[in-house]
T-cell receptor, first 113, second 111 residues
Framework: EPEVTQTPSHQVTQMGQEVILRCVPISNHLYFYWYRQILGQKVEFLVSFYNNEISEKSEIFDDQFSVERPDGSNFTLKIRSTKLEDSAMYFC???????????FGSGTRLTVV | QKEVEQNSGPLSVPEGAIASLNCTYSDRGSQSFFWYRQYSGKSPELIMSIYSNGDKEDGRFTAQLNKASQYVSLLIRDSQPSDSATYLCAVNLNRDDKIIFGKGTRLHILP
């Protein structure tokens, strides 16, 4: 069964450092998403990406965040200058159409120290 | 602001019994409704989707939708210990909109 692949599974970084979280969505999917989940809290929407551009972003997705689909297969989330409160599980998801739900990757646990 | 509300639980159900999970949503225009299962430390896994009023059955799972009451539920028959997880209700407004999640209900199946 096709799956969404995320790397790394766990990233530890110092406050103020840049991190890049990587995702390989399912190959024939058109819509891509990043969500995050702070420990014990709900899964929160960050950004959606369609047709090589951001289609929607949340209040969380400020100027410190950016996304890119550099080569037609990878989908990356960059956090320019990490803060302690960025510590969370980050999930990538993709779908052929949002109407039918998403497939999530296994997540990257980001720990900012 | 669009909201999806769930009782956080934990909901404890004996093995073999029916587990009933409930969810309400605020946006009357919502079109698609999903139940995801999330084991601790893992990613959400889609288990059911429903788009029209009524019941939809898939194996031991039945999703129920009542758009007039803005209410979605999930029934799990013959509950197994492996069903112990957090169940996330999720909703999207239209085909190109993001899915928003409730906080989830923790389900614990008692052996």
């Amino acid at each position: 069964e096709p799956e969404v692949t995320q790397t790394p599974s766990h990233q530890v970084t110092q406050m103020g450092q840049e991190v890049i979280l990587r995702c390989v969505p399912i190959s024939n999917h058109l819509y891509f998403y990043w969500y995050r989940q702070i420990l014990g809290q709900k899964v929160e929407f960050l950004v959606s990406f369609y047709n090589n551009e951001i289609s929607e972003k949340s209040e969380i997705f400020d100027d410190q965040f950016s996304v890119e689909r550099p080569d037609g297969s990878n989908f990356t989330l960059k956090i320019r200058s990490t803060k302690l409160e960025d510590s969370a599980m980050y999930f990538c998801a993709s779908t052929g159409t949002a109407l039918y739900g998403y497939t999530f990757g296994s997540g990257t646990r980001l720990t900012v120290v | 602001q669009k909201e999806v509300e769930q009782n956080s639980g934990p909901l404890s159900v004996p093995e073999g019994a029916i587990a009933s999970l409930n969810c309400t949503y605020s946006d009357r225009g919502s079109q698609s409704f999903f139940w995801y299962r999330q084991y601790s430390g893992k990613s959400p896994e889609l288990i059911m989707s429903i788009y029209s009023n009524g019941d939809k059955e898939d194996g031991r799972f039945t999703a129920q939708l009542n758009k007039a009451s803005q209410y979605v539920s999930l029934l799990i028959r013959d509950s197994q210990p492996s069903d112990s997880a957090t169940y996330l209700c999720a909703v999207n407004l239209n085909r190109d909109d993001k899915i928003i999640f409730g906080k989830g209900t923790r389900l614990h199946i008692l052996p």
